[in-house]
């Protein structure tokens, strides 16, 4: 990944430039980046889970953005609540 690249943010999955991110978390050593604090505190919160959903080998992620209805059913069919 290049530094003009975009990215997806896992916590809402909107589309983000990677430059222009303006938060990024460190996890399991990947570099995950959020496009707002509220996206970065609830990655805090349950990073694996995220970490995870980023990880899905969806077509175009990276390129496209995910509708965050995908994100929410993932998450959904793995988080307890
Ligand atoms: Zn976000």
């Known amino acids: 990944m290049t530094p003009s690249d975009d990215c997806i943010d896992p916590v809402c999955g909107m589309t ?3 430059t222009q991110a303006p938060h990024q978390r460190e996890h399991a050593g990947a570099t ?30 990276g ?9 929410e059913q993932f998450r959904s069919t793995t988080d307890p609540m």
């Open 16 to 18: 983000i430039t990677v």
């Open 32 to 61: 995950y980046y959020l496009c707002s604090i509220a996206c970065a505190l609830r990655f805090d919160a349950d990073a694996d889970a995220y970490a995870t959903v980023a990880r899905l080998d969806l077509p175009g992620w």
């Open 63 to 71: 390129l496209t953005p995910h509708p965050p209805a995908v994100v």
